[in-house]
């Protein structure tokens, strides 16, 4: 069992930017912080989760998605075991859920392209970015 808090959504702008954070806690699988996959998912309004980009919290190693590479940056603090997702140039098909969710590392590459691989979502945050 893994806690993931999704926080830092919030209302902006085209052009702006957001940072969103997703805290992880309650390691009770017998696995320790540095051994998930994590990801970031979008959840725009009537469609389904589309991954943004993920992480290998023990080696750094980070995958985005083609369609927002340039304008989002994965990153973690290993300290506070918690993850970030910078959002920049931010865009209105932007709007949406975003949820950070985890899986064990394991042989599969760590990429966000199949939510139903991801054992531990977070609630979500709510992303709005207005024209």
């Known amino acids: 069992q893994v806690q993931l808090m999704d926080s830092g959504g919030g209302s902006v702008q085209t052009g702006g930017s957001l940072r969103l954070s997703c805290a992880a806690s309650e390691f009770t699988d017998g696995y320790t912080y540095g051994e998930y996959c994590v990801a970031w998912f979008h959840q725009a309004p009537g469609k389904t989760k589309e991954g943004v980009a993920a992480?290998?919290?023990?080696?750094?190693?980070?995958y985005y998605v083609a369609s927002r590479k340039g304008r989002v940056a994965i990153s973690q603090d290993i300290a506070k075991n918690t993850l970030y997702l910078q959002m920049d140039s931010l865009k209105p098909d932007d709007t949406g859920i975003y949820y950070c969710?985890?899986?064990?590392?394991?042989?599969?590459?760590?990429?966000?392209?199949?939510?139903?691989?991801?054992?531990?979502w977070g609630q979500g945050t709510q992303v709005t970015v207005s024209s």
């Open positions: 969710a985890a899986r064990r590392r394991g042989s599969r590459p760590c990429q966000p392209a199949n939510p139903g691989e991801y054992n531990y």
């Open positions: 992480i290998w919290t023990g080696s750094e190693s980070k």
